[in-house]
């Protein structure tokens, strides 16, 4: 009994997994960077684009 207590004990302290864990975490970052940053840009790129199509009229 003792050695499958022994045995979880040292799966759960593994760290196979830790490197995928922190990909996973970095790419999660990175989106919510992208998606601040293309919220903060949509303005402005519709203003940009607004005030070019009014030189054509």
Known sequence: MLVYFYK???QLSSEKGQGMVEY???LV??????IAGMTN???AVSDFFTSFST???
């Open 41 to 43: 840009l949509a303005g």
């Open 24 to 26: 996973g975490l970095l």
């Open 55 to 57: 030189w054509f009229d």
């Open 8 to 10: 979880i004990i040292q």
């Open 29 to 34: 970052m990175i989106a919510l960077v992208v």
